[in-house]
Antibody, heavy 116, light 111 residues
Framework: EVQLVETGGGLIQPGGSLRLSCAAS????????MSWVRQAPGKGLEWVSV???????YYADSVKGRFTISRDNSKNTLSLQMNSLRAEDTAVYYC??????????WGQGTLVTVSS | QSALTQPPSASGSPGQSVTISCTGT?????????VSWYQQHPGKAPKLMIY???KRPSGVLDRFSGSKSGNTASLTVSGLQAEDEADYYC???????????FGGGTKLTVL
């Protein structure tokens, strides 16, 4: 059974760093396109980042230079390193597999709150 | 990385049909047949309802259908039921370095 479980969210002060993880089961992370998508409280969905099968990575302009997506093949996990956090980064962060295809699958999300 | 344009709200009575539009550009909706639609109930993760413009994942009822004309995609919900009341988001592939772009969401109310 396919499962994605996000962890690592919490309360962090502006300017701080946080690392989110997404543990996958039922499939191999490196065989798929893996993304992070976020949703600010009461707002819409926003794509954040993607890592392709070959390892290429891309970011939304709003996080470019501050966030880094990566995967650990030995642990079958996806990560998002978030630096220089701002209040506007407050959101539920979802990891997702193979967006735009029939094999798309989302986790349940982890909440990141950036506040002093 | 502009968002796709959706109406903020839509409504219909039980049994009626409602159509939600999603307007992009030739760089996203108009350029690829990779438009998806999601249903999201409060506090829940989005659920994929339509992918590749018109296709339904297994388990999604045929009351949900998708279409596209030019730079505008549409989701039609037929035979409205109370449980269809939710937020609906469209998305489109936007190229390798703008992987997915979302619409702002439409709140569907079943009257």
């Amino acid at each position: 059974e396919v499962q994605l479980v996000e962890t690592g969210g919490g309360l962090i002060q502006p300017g701080g760093s946080l690392r989110l993880s997404c543990a996958a089961s039922g499939f191999i992370v490196s065989d798929n396109y893996m993304s992070w998508v976020r949703q600010a409280p009461g707002k819409g969905l926003e794509w954040v980042s993607v890592i392709y099968r070959g390892g290429s990575t891309y970011y939304a302009d709003s996080v470019k230079g501050r966030f880094t997506i990566s995967r650990d093949n030995s642990k079958n996990t996806l990560s998002l390193q978030m630096n220089s956090l701002r209040a506007e980064d407050t959101a539920v962060y979802y990891c997702a597999r193979d967006m735009t295809t029939v094999d798309e699958y989302w986790g349940q999300g982890t909440l990141v709150t950036v506040s002093s | 990385q502009s968002a796709l344009t959706q109406p903020p709200s839509a409504s219909g009575s039980p049994g009626q049909s409602v159509t939600i539009s999603c307007t992009g550009t030739s760089s996203d909706v108009g350029g690829y047949n990779y438009v998806s639609w999601y249903q999201q109930h409060p506090g829940k993760a989005p659920k994929l309802m339509i992918y590749e413009v018109t296709k339904r994942p297994s388990g999604v009822l045929d009351r949900f259908s998708g279409s596209k004309s030019g730079n505008t995609a549409s989701l039609t919900v037929s035979g409205l039921q109370a449980e269809d009341e939710a937020d609906y988001y469209c998305s489109s592939y936007g190229g390798s370095n703008n992987y997915v772009v979302f619409g702002g969401g439409t709140k569907l109310t079943v009257l």
